[in-house]
Structure formats: C-alpha cells, structure tokens
Nanobody
C-alpha cells in the first residue's frame, strides 16, 4: 500500500513537496516514482527512481524543477517541486514497481494558480 501526501494550492513560482510512503520495505520494489493526470488528459510519468541504484528519470517538462529523493529509513520517496507552473496542475499519483506488478497510491491534488 502506498500513501501519498503533500499536495495543495500554490502560486506560480512556488514550491511543494509530495511524499509517498510504502507500508512495506521499499527495498522490495525496483522502481518508485510519480505520474500525474490533468483533467481530460492521460496519466503521464513525471519522475521515477531506481530503488537499488542511482538512476533517476524525469519528464522533459519538469527537468531542472522537480527532484525525487529516497528516504529508506521511512520507506518514503519525496518529490520536491520548485518553480511551479500552472501547467503542473494535476492529480499526482505515486507508484511502485515490483517485478511485473505496479502499485498505485491514491492521488493527491496539486493546483498552481495565482
């Protein structure tokens, strides 16, 4: 089970940090990360990180603004979102991959508006 938190309303240029905590040892996963889905749009990958290595992947639209971090002691990943833009408005879903299985957390709303 994945529990997401940290969404909210922020002005353009501001920052938010999302967190996703797993109910099991995160070492059991291969990859963890975040997707997002805006109204009427498909769910797209935002960022992903290898649990057992250092590989990180970011969508072009968030490179240089978003950073994903791992906290193994808390079985948690964080998504630091800086210089937020209105187009970042979406429901953000964390995910974890374990072999052929992909697990999803509940979505958390991020709204960027002045």
């Amino acid at each position: 089970q994945l529990q997401a938190s940290g969404g909210g309303l922020m002005q353009p240029g501001g920052s938010l940090r999302l967190s996703c905590t797993a109910s099991q040892d995160m070492w059991s996963f291969g990859v963890m990360g975040w997707h997002r889905q805006a109204p009427g749009e498909q769910r797209d990958l935002v960022a992903g990180v290898a649990v057992h290595g250092s590989v990180e992947h970011y969508a072009d639209s968030v490179k240089g603004r978003f950073t994903i971090a791992r906290d193994y002691s808390r079985n948690t990943i964080h998504l630091q979102m800086d210089n937020l833009k209105p187009e970042d408005t979406a429901v953000y879903f964390c995910y974890a991959e374990q072999g052929q299985n992909k697990y999803w957390g509940q979505g958390t709303q991020v709204t960027v508006s002045s």
